[in-house]
């Protein structure tokens, strides 16, 4: 679990800001949402492979 340090003057919106960016960097909702359901390897292959294909579809097309 991330922690963050909050001083006597800061704001709650500031800290609630702070934890956030904290837990993003960290990747632990990304983390969550992978583990949330079981993904079989084909099917984590298969997405994989359409993200490349996106991807390279989307830097030829920023090319033209």
Wanted: hydrophobic share 25%; net charge positive.
């Amino acid at each position: 679990m991330p922690r963050i340090e909050i001083r006597k003057d800061e704001s709650l919106d500031k800290a609630l800001r702070k934890f956030k960016t904290k837990v993003r960097r960290e990747g632990i909702i990304e983390e969550l949402k992978k583990r949330e359901h079981y993904e079989k390897p084909s099917e984590r292959r298969r997405k994989e492979l359409a993200r490349a294909v996106r991807r390279e579809v989307r830097r030829r097309h920023e090319e033209e």
